[in-house]
Structure formats: C-alpha cells, structure tokens
C-alpha cells in the first residue's frame, strides 16, 4: 500500500473523529455557528472518502485503454470536493438564516466550545499532514483535502470567538451571523479548489519554474544535437508529461541521436520526480531558430 493511500485512509478516520466531536458540541450548546461547524464536517468525511477512491483509481497502471494511466482520477476527486464545499457553504446559510429570524441563547458553552477546540486541533495537525505530504508525494486529491480542512481550522477558530463575544455581550444574534461568515469563507474555499482542479483536467501547462528547469537541462544534456522546439508540457495528478521535438545534424546516427535522447531523458526524470517524456527527432532542416532551446556545445553555434 503507498503512501498516499495510507494518509487518504488516516483522512477518512480523523474525519469520522471530528465530524463526531463536533456534532457533540453542537448538540450539546444548540449553537448555529457549531452546528455549522459541524455540517462542513459531513463533508470533511464525504470527500475523504472521494480522495480515498480516486486515489486507489489514480495508482493503477496504464492498461489497453487508457495509454497514459489513470492519473486525472485525482482531478476529479478534487473537483468533488470542491462541489461539496459549495453545498456545505449553502446549507450553513440556510441554518444562519433562521438563527437570524429566532436567536437562541447558548447552553453549556463551556462543554461546548472545549470539545469543538479539541476537535479543531485535531483537524490542524491533520490538515499540515496532508498538505505536506500531498505536495511530496505530488498528489492534488490530498492538497485539496488539506487546504479545504485549513479553512475549517479557520472557521472554527472564527466559530469560537464569535461564541465567546456572544456570551460576553448576550447578543445572541451574534451565533448566526458567525455561522453566516463561516458559510462565505468555506463558499471561497470551494470556488478555489475547484478552479485549481479544472486546470489540471485542461491540461494547463507546468508551472513557469518547472518549464524553465526543463529548459535548462535540455540546454545542458543536449550537447550533440542542434536544437529543441515545440517543447510542450501538462501535469495530471504525480505525472508530468514533457514532449518536444530534438533536431540533430544529418550526420548523426540512429544510434548517436538515441543516445542524446537517453541522456535528457535520464536528467528529466531527476529533475522531475514522474515526468513521462517524449522526444521527436528530427533532421537540420526542420530547426526553428525563433523558438528553439539553444543546447550547449550546440554543433550550430561553432
């Protein structure tokens, strides 16, 4: 079992955890803004469990139909998630609005808030886990798990405060309009999360750090070719897919020209932990002098 399984598996059980926690807290107090709390928990435990599946899904090999493996698989769970929060957002609002119509004082707000501060402790360590394990282990269904916890540790500690103030000044209306800022906040988590996913399912291109780390080892291992251009790149989930085309001098052989191409292969998968590269060679008179990436020792430049 990988490492990104395990932790998708350790998400589903500290959901179920704080998801319990919290709805304790709320049952106990009848708080709007823990009742909140609580629902943005359900989906807490909905979308580890969507991360859990398209993780096991993402890891499966490439097969007869699909040549590129199933890697986007963690897109569409990050997509899920995204989704989810949007609904969560809308049914918080729906409870803060009859808060607002009906103001009800807090019941044991001590028992309350300590369980629900107990529980958001819980969800930041968690959430650190999953955001720095997901960003080593390249996988975009455990960054899009921890950073919509991070914004439930963030709404919790909103939670709280607001309950605190309530109880200090007895404006009681102040329990929904927490739980109505609580719906804002985790609505812009969702929005995030999914336009970040749907540049993965188009096929954005790589960052611009990681273009030019390529750039710079195709300039630096080319030596015995002319050029490269038409260099396009795309990530999906852990992999990252590089194609170009490598122009060669019209001396160079089949064996000589396959030998330059294992070479920048073989410092692409270095520097890029998961890269899939293709490499198109071509002979000097398809160079693109406008567009190319200039190799060291280029035989064009002498």
């Known amino acids: 079992m990988s490492n990104t399984l395990k932790i998708a598996i350790g998400s589903l059980f500290v959901g179920c955890l704080v998801l319990a926690l919290k709805a304790w807290s709320w049952w106990i107090t009848g708080s709007v803004a823990l009742l909140s709390d609580a629902l943005e928990s359900t989906v807490n435990v909905a ?10 899904v993402a890891e499966r090999p490439a097969d007869d139909t699909h040549n590129y493996g199933h890697h986007k698989a963690e897109f569409f ?4 998630e995204g989704v989810l929060i949007v609904v969560a957002a809308i049914l918080i609002l729906r409870e803060a609005w009859s808060g607002f119509q009906d103001p009800r004082p807090i019941l044991a707000p001590g ?4 369980l629900n501060l107990l529980a958001t402790a819980i969800n930041g360590w968690w959430c ?10 390249r996988s975009p269904a455990l960054v899009a798990d921890g950073k919509h916890l991070l914004a439930d540790v963030v709404t919790s500690g909103g939670v709280a405060f607001g309950i ?21 906040n985790i609505l812009w988590s969702g929005i995030r999360v999914i336009r970040e996913s749907l540049s993965g399912l188009m096929d954005e291109a790589v960052p611009e750090k990681t273009l030019a780390r390529v750039r710079d080892v195709i300039a630096a ?3 015995g070719a002319v050029e490269a251009h038409d260099l396009r790149t795309r990530h999906a989930g852990k992999a990252t897919f590089i194609d170009f085309h490598l122009v060669v001098p019209g001396t160079t052989s089949v064996f000589e020209a396959h030998e330059i191409c294992d070479r920048i292969e073989a410092a692409l998968h270095a520097a890029i932990p998961g890269s899939r590269i293709a490499i198109h060679v071509e002979p000097e008179h398809k160079a693109k002098p406008a567009e190319a990436i200039l190799v060291e020792g280029d035989p064009g430049q002498a």
């Open 47 to 56: 979308t580890a469990i969507a991360a859990l599946v398209a993780i096991r």
């Open 77 to 80: 769970s990050a997509v899920l």
């Open 111 to 114: 028992p309350g808030l300590a």
């Open 128 to 137: 650190w886990v999953l955001i720095t394990s997901g960003r080593r282990e």
């Open 164 to 184: 605190v103030l309530a109880l200090a000044t007895g404006w009681w209306i102040l329990d929904p309009a927490m739980a109505a800022l609580v719906a804002v």
């Open 221 to 223: 291992e080319g030596h």
